[in-house]
């Protein structure tokens, strides 16, 4: 059953580590990164600076405003 569980958090692991990425590549905003990774925006923006990230705060295109604010209305 622990091979299990480590499997499981390796996935969750990788989600995350895509989900950095993705955001380090300004594919995604913070917000869709933060939604991606379910936690909150300030809790992503931690995992970013730990991470090494760069923060791109405020939405850098209409696209990553429309996902903000879509975000913004599911809380």
């Keep these: 059953m622990a091979s299990n569980r480590k499997s499981a958090d390796t996935g969750e692991t990788n989600d995350l580590a895509e989900t950095i990425g993705l955001y380090a590549l300004g594919k995604i905003s913070l917000g869709k990164a933060a939604e991606r ?8 923006q931690e995992t970013l600076r730990e991470a090494g990230v760069e923060l791109r705060l405020g939405p850098q295109s209409e696209a990553e405003l429309e996902d ?8």
């Design 37 to 44: 990774a379910d936690v909150s925006r300030w809790e992503m």
């Design 68 to 75: 903000d604010v879509v975000v913004a209305l599911q809380v």
